[in-house]
């Protein structure tokens, strides 16, 4: 199991687990990034901040350190 962050451009992964409590999760699944939802990694700016992702058909951009708070594994 890898991080979002961790996931190169041009894949999709799928989301096993959102990491942290609070706030921060709930933004996260409001977002649209819940269990099992699907996400292709577009871009990763120079500096890994943000990570630009396409998920349930729309363009999310997440800060470096929501992305290593959801655990992904590779889709099949």
Request: net charge neutral; with cysteine; hydrophobic share 40%.
């Amino acid at each position: 199991m890898l991080t979002l962050k961790e996931v190169p451009c041009g894949e999709t992964v799928r989301v096993v687990k959102i990491e942290g409590a609070g706030a921060i999760k709930r933004r996260i699944m409001d977002m649209g990034i819940t269990k099992g939802a699907e996400v292709f990694v577009r871009k990763v700016a120079p500096l890994g901040d943000p990570v630009e992702v396409n998920v349930r058909n729309y363009e999310l951009s997440l800060r470096k350190e929501d992305a290593e708070s959801i655990l992904v594994e590779r889709a099949e």
